[in-house]
């Protein structure tokens, strides 16, 4: 064991660790697993089993405020948020009883039969998306791919029109930049004030549904009922599709991206899930595992526990990191190795675990999946562009690259 003084965890991310963090959470696994970050004012956990402990004990472990920026906002930032509308728990950051009602409505809302019909638009996008840049033999993939094919699938879902496309994209790196609070004072002001501008963007949408509804998830979340519980409010509704769509996003998007990055750096492995189509979910479980879009979630305790031999206060804040446990040898064989064929795959916490587990899964997949498909298809020699091809977003919560220039030999 390293005799070195153990690693602190920070929000502000070396640029190495921008790149690939990896090496700090083996650190962490290793030296300090359950530490107490001061700049952060929370305790970061993680190996694979104290995560799974905090996921799977939900009465323990509270989710409320799990979206709470761990860095205070200066007065500047909270006087923007001020002219928010109310912030109102939303499935991810709610607990029971409240939580199983939203749960409920969602599920609902999103039932596996819209989501099964939603195969051939999302084939239908990704498409178009590909028709547009299949014969120029290069393209940075998530500019024209990642982003927009999840941006168009949510929307569409949702109800919103494709023509806001652009100004929801700038709204949603408003958010996970606002989330991480590590941007400068100036930037977390611009970032509070996209939100003020999302959540009356939706209050438009939600007026509009209730007067007239449609055949989408937001006439549909207005129509659900639980029980004998009352009917979810417009804040409600607010908070809710603001998280949905930033899920739907630009989690799916970094999920799109981390999963290309995998199997490009590794030709073998491309051409094999290439020639074999069967393999692209495999591909998908173990780009999950090995670079999970998030990185991590906020828990807090709801009564003083032992963690990792180590005894947490009540109220305490903890930063539980998916994406350390993900690696932790303990769990996974050879974690740092990309292994679709892995029997352990099925294992990792890409989307959480228990209650919270990811409302959005199947559809994440199903786009991912047909992307691959139609990139394999369509991009004969698909390989990354000479040079610094891969650039992550600067964010040490949501794990993507913002850059993936990649070339292929056009027809």
Same mark, same amino acid.
């Given at each position: 064991?390293?005799?070195?003084?153990?690693?602190?965890?920070?929000?502000?991310?070396?640029?190495?660790?921008?790149?690939?963090?990896?090496?700090?959470?083996?650190? %962490?696994?290793?030296?300090?697993?359950?530490?107490?970050?001061?700049?952060?004012?929370?305790?970061?956990?993680?190996? /694979?089993?104290?995560?799974?402990? $905090?996921?799977?004990?939900?009465?323990?472990?509270?989710?409320?405020?799990?979206?709470?920026?761990?860095?205070?906002?200066?007065?500047?930032?909270?006087?923007?948020?001020?002219?928010?509308?109310?912030?109102?728990?939303?499935? $991810?950051?709610?607990?029971?009883?409240?939580?199983?009602?939203?749960?409920?409505?969602?599920?609902?809302?999103?039932?596996?039969?819209?989501?099964?019909?939603?195969?051939?638009? $999302?084939?239908?996008?990704?498409?178009? @998306?590909?028709?547009?840049?299949?014969?120029?033999?290069?393209?940075?993939?998530?500019?024209?791919?990642?982003?927009?094919?999840?941006?168009?699938?949510?929307?569409?879902? %949702?109800?919103?029109?494709?023509?806001?496309?652009?100004?929801?994209?700038?709204?949603?790196?408003?958010?996970?930049?606002?989330?991480?609070?590590?941007?400068?004072?100036?930037?977390?002001?611009?970032?509070?004030?996209?939100?003020?501008?999302?959540?009356?963007?939706?209050?438009?949408?939600?007026?509009?549904?209730?007067?007239?509804?449609?055949?989408?998830?937001?006439?549909?979340?207005?129509?659900?009922?639980?029980?004998?519980?009352?009917?979810?409010?417009? $804040?409600?509704?607010?908070?809710?599709?603001?998280?949905?769509?930033?899920?739907?996003?630009?989690?799916?998007?970094?999920?799109?991206?981390?999963?290309?990055?995998?199997? @490009?750096?590794?030709?073998?492995?491309?051409?094999?899930?290439?020639?074999?189509?069967?393999?692209?979910?495999?591909?998908?479980?173990?780009?999950?595992?090995? =670079?999970?879009?998030?990185?991590?979630?906020?828990?807090?305790?709801?009564?003083?526990?032992?963690?990792?031999?180590?005894?947490?206060?009540?109220?305490?804040?903890?930063?539980? @990191?998916?994406?350390?446990?993900?690696?932790?040898?303990?769990?996974?064989?050879?974690?740092?190795?990309?292994?679709?064929?892995?029997? =352990?795959?099925?294992?990792?916490?890409?989307?959480?675990?228990?209650?919270? /587990?990811?409302?959005?899964?199947?559809?994440?997949?199903?786009?991912?999946?047909?992307?691959?498909?139609?990139?394999?298809?369509?991009?004969?020699?698909?390989?990354?562009?000479?040079?610094?091809?891969?650039?992550?977003?600067?964010?040490? @919560?949501?794990?993507?690259?913002?850059?993936?220039?990649?070339?292929?030999?056009?027809?």
């Amino acid at each position: 064991m390293s005799t070195t003084t153990p690693p602190a965890f920070s929000s502000r991310f070396e640029p190495r660790y921008v790149e690939d963090p990896y090496p700090l959470y083996a650190r %962490l696994r290793e030296e300090a697993p359950v530490q107490f970050s001061e700049e952060l004012h929370l305790w970061v956990v993680s190996r /694979y089993e104290d995560v799974k402990t $905090v996921l799977m004990n939900p009465g323990d472990f509270l989710s409320a405020n799990a979206f709470r920026n761990p860095v205070p906002p200066a007065p500047e930032v909270l006087a923007a948020l001020a002219e928010c509308y109310p912030q109102v728990p939303a499935l $991810v950051d709610d607990d029971p009883p409240n939580h199983t009602r939203m749960r409920v409505i969602v599920t609902k809302a999103l039932a596996p039969h819209r989501v099964s019909a939603m195969e051939a638009r $999302v084939r239908a996008i990704a498409t178009e @998306l590909v028709d547009a840049f299949a014969r120029e033999g290069r393209a940075d993939l998530v500019e024209r791919l990642a982003y927009p094919l999840p941006a168009r699938v949510i929307g569409a879902i %949702l109800g919103l029109p494709d023509s806001d496309l652009e100004r929801l994209k700038a709204w949603t790196e408003d958010l996970s930049t606002l989330s991480a609070g590590n941007a400068p004072v100036p930037r977390q002001v611009e970032c509070a004030r996209g939100l003020v501008a999302v959540q009356k963007y939706l209050a438009g949408h939600i007026a509009k549904r209730r007067s007239a509804p449609g055949d989408d998830v937001i006439s549909a979340l207005i129509e659900a009922r639980y029980e004998d519980t009352p009917p979810l409010s417009d $804040v409600e509704l607010i908070s809710l599709l603001s998280m949905l769509h930033f899920a739907g996003h630009e989690t799916t998007a970094n999920l799109l991206g981390n999963v290309l990055v995998m199997l @490009l750096r590794e030709p073998e492995r491309l051409r094999a899930v290439r020639e074999d189509s069967r393999l692209i979910p495999l591909a998908i479980e173990e780009g999950l595992r090995l =670079d999970s879009p998030v990185q991590g979630m906020m828990r807090t305790t709801r009564r003083a526990v032992t963690l990792g031999g180590v005894e947490v206060p009540e109220g305490a804040r903890l930063l539980i @990191l998916f994406a350390s446990a993900n690696r932790d040898g303990a769990a996974f064989h050879e974690p740092d190795r990309a292994d679709p064929h892995r029997p =352990d795959v099925g294992r990792h916490l890409g989307f959480g675990q228990g209650i919270h /587990y990811c409302i959005g899964a199947p559809l994440a997949r199903l786009e991912v999946r047909i992307a691959l498909e139609l990139l394999l298809q369509r991009l004969p020699g698909l390989r990354l562009a000479p040079g610094p091809s891969v650039q992550y977003v600067p964010n040490f @919560l949501h794990r993507g690259p913002r850059r993936l220039l990649v070339e292929w030999d056009p027809a």
